[in-house]
Each structure stands twice: as C-alpha cells, then as structure tokens.
C-alpha cells in the first residue's frame, strides 16, 4: 500500500506550531509514515487528507485545518507582528535603503577605481580608431 506521506520518511519540515506539534513537542524528529496513525482529517475532492500528511490546506478542501501541517519558511521565527502588507513594505524599502546607504562610499569607491583603471585602456583605443580613419564593423 501506498504512503499517504509524500515527504521523505524520518526528514524535518518546518511547520508553524498547532495541535499536531504540541502532541510531539518532546519528539518532533525523525518520524517516519509508519510511526503514525492513518487518521483522515479532511477531504480534496474524494481523497482523503492524512494527519500527518504534507497536504497544505487548499481552497477545495473540507476538514481539521488546524491538524494540517502549517508550513513555515526560514523566517517565519523573524516576524514579530502582523501588520497590513503596504506597512510591511515601507519597512523592507527602508531597511533596504539603510544598507544601501552604509555601503554607498564604499561602492562609489569601488566604481570609480574600476572606471579609472579601464577608461585610459577603453577610450585610448577609441581615439586611435578614430584618428586613423579606420572603420570598426
């Protein structure tokens, strides 16, 4: 029979916390499908969704959304408040815009050394194309 568990057996996934992970706070990894129960907790269509399963909750589903696995990125540990979308990103511009900022001297720096070391070599052969009458095609 096929594994209603479409993740690698026994690796991590980062969900956000709900009634599944506080059952297995103490013993998060390392599971694999067998170690679980075939509980059906909700329904796509006419197949059925797993506790336990990777399915993320979809618009056609019906069921225990709170037992499905609510997946989470790296930095949902970052985000300490929730806030409309515009307010969120001012913010992200204006960080970005701070970084920029710090780093500016230094990449203006950057720039102009590179400019000075190529635009003798360019703009030298330039002229002599130039002064030569040749034609470059």
């Given at each position: 029979m096929s594994s209603p568990f479409n993740w690698p057996p026994r690796s991590p996934v980062r969900t956000l916390t709900n009634s599944v992970?506080?059952?297995y706070r103490?013993?998060?990894?390392?599971?694999g499908p067998d170690d679980f129960p075939r509980e059906v907790i909700g329904q796509e269509d006419q197949r059925p969704i797993y506790k336990?399963?990777?399915?993320?909750?979809?618009?056609?589903?019906?069921?225990?959304?709170?037992?499905?696995?609510?997946?989470?990125?790296?930095v949902c540990g970052l985000i300490e408040e929730i806030c409309p979308a515009g307010e969120r990103l001012r913010r992200i511009v204006w960080e970005a815009e701070t970084i920029f900022a710090q780093f500016a001297p230094v990449l203006t720096a950057w720039r102009d050394s590179l400019t000075a070391?190529?635009?003798?070599?360019?703009?030298?052969?330039?002229?002599?194309?130039?002064t030569s009458g040749t034609s470059v095609c």
């Amino acid at each position: 029979m096929s594994s209603p568990f479409n993740w690698p057996p026994r690796s991590p996934v980062r969900t956000l916390t709900n009634s599944v992970t506080d059952a297995y706070r103490d013993d998060l990894r390392g599971h694999g499908p067998d170690d679980f129960p075939r509980e059906v907790i909700g329904q796509e269509d006419q197949r059925p969704i797993y506790k336990f399963s990777t399915d993320s909750p979809l618009q056609n589903m019906t069921g225990d959304f709170e037992a499905m696995a609510p997946f989470a990125g790296q930095v949902c540990g970052l985000i300490e408040e929730i806030c409309p979308a515009g307010e969120r990103l001012r913010r992200i511009v204006w960080e970005a815009e701070t970084i920029f900022a710090q780093f500016a001297p230094v990449l203006t720096a950057w720039r102009d050394s590179l400019t000075a070391a190529v635009a003798p070599r360019r703009y030298g052969r330039a002229r002599a194309i130039a002064t030569s009458g040749t034609s470059v095609c």
